[in-house]
């Protein structure tokens, strides 16, 4: 009997020493969280306890501070301890492979799906493997239309990677779906999600929307002395030529990146164009001068590799992410056109002008 005595006062005294640790209590939990108020204030620390009611954390900065649970938004576990910069949590997110109109060698995350609003149309990318992202880029009427898709091939080295992608366009319903463009390319990207540098070499071309028609070959007649066909009516072909990129990412903050995107392209257009005879002819007159009589010229065709133009785009910018889901990106680029083509179009050697761009991203 008193065998069971001794039991007893021994489980009755355990039982109230365990009850001096509260039952919920984290005080033995290691790890540190980030957690995120529901009006956006985030706190970064170890939690010590959690009575259901509120939550006391320590932090490096502020101490313990205790926070109603009904506050709370979230609370997530950092795994990745170089997140967390200058006291702030940074979160990559599916907005890390994008620049401004480039992309870099890092894959989109199986569901970090993402959108991408600009001032000119949406667009909308997913991850359909953890390599494979596929994309749908227009604008807000619809047209032109293009496809994007791009596979990464991730390396033994964690910085080291490389990507082919694609860009298929069609004009839409503008020109009756006649015109149309691709861009293909390969990247290699350098650095992680928060500061990486992207180098990227591609092949595009482009339709033209419309071509003008060429007079048939041959010798005409005219009663007109301004008959000539010297204007040069020439019918487009296709733009096509090498594009190169130079871009990258630099956190200068835990929610704000500084983004350098560029883009240069050197193209050329084979264009078929009408040869128009150097001078006219008077076949018949009385007299024998331009005010009265036929007139003769001789039209032909030759083909044209001439027509050169070049595109340098230059667009720094910055990109501040104050959620996890979202972010809003400005650049200030400029674009500037040259060549032979340029001038032999509208008349000058070189065209420049702004192009800011706003962008807004969301996850879903």
């Not at 205790?66 to 990745?80: F, G, L, N, Q, W």
């Not at 350098?260 to 076949?283: C, L, P, R, V």
């Not at 030759?302 to 996890?324: C, D, H, I, V, W």
């Amino acid at each position: 009997m008193r065998y069971i005595l001794v039991f007893l006062f021994i489980g009755v005294f355990s039982c109230q020493l365990n009850a001096q640790v509260p039952a919920n209590s984290s005080s033995t939990d290691t790890n540190t969280y980030v957690i995120t108020k529901s009006n956006g204030t985030e706190y970064i620390g170890k939690v010590i306890s959690d009575d259901g009611r509120e939550v006391l954390i320590t932090t490096a900065t502020l101490g313990k501070i205790y926070i109603p649970k009904s506050d709370i938004k979230s609370i997530v576990k950092v795994t990745d301890y170089n997140a967390i910069i200058r006291g702030e949590y940074y979160a990559s997110g599916p907005f890390t492979t994008r620049h401004a109109f480039t992309t870099n060698a890092l894959p989109i995350a199986r569901g970090e799906n993402y959108a991408m609003v600009n001032l000119y149309g949406p667009e909308v990318h997913f991850a359909v493997t953890d390599h494979l992202n596929v994309g749908i880029m227009s604008t807000w009427i619809a047209s032109p239309l293009a496809l994007a898709l791009k596979y990464t091939f991730p390396t033994k080295y964690e910085k080291l990677n490389f990507s082919i992608g694609t860009l298929l366009g069609t004009s839409g319903y503008i020109a009756n779906f006649k015109g149309y463009g691709g861009l293909h390319f390969a990247n290699v990207t350098y650095g992680d999600r928060k500061n990486n540098v992207t180098f990227s070499a591609g092949y595009g071309y482009t339709s033209s929307l419309g071509t003008k028609s060429l007079i048939t070959p041959g010798t005409y007649t005219s009663t007109s002395a301004g008959f000539n066909y010297s204007y040069g009516i020439y019918s487009p072909g296709i733009t096509k030529g090498p594009v190169l990129s130079l871009a990258g990412v630099v956190k200068v903050g835990a929610k704000v990146s500084f983004v350098f995107d560029s883009m240069f392209g050197a193209f050329g257009q084979t264009a078929t164009k009408n040869e128009i005879g150097a001078t006219n002819t008077i076949i018949e007159a009385t007299p024998p001068d331009y005010n009265n009589g036929l007139y003769q010229q001789t039209v032909g065709v030759t083909k044209s590799n001439s027509l050169k133009l070049y595109a340098l785009f230059l667009m720094p910018g910055m990109r501040f992410q104050t959620k996890e889901n979202r972010a809003f990106q400005i650049s200030l680029a400029g674009v500037t056109f040259f060549g032979p083509a340029l001038e032999n179009w509208v008349g000058l050697k070189s065209f420049s002008f702004p192009f800011p761009m706003c962008s807004w991203f969301y996850k879903f």
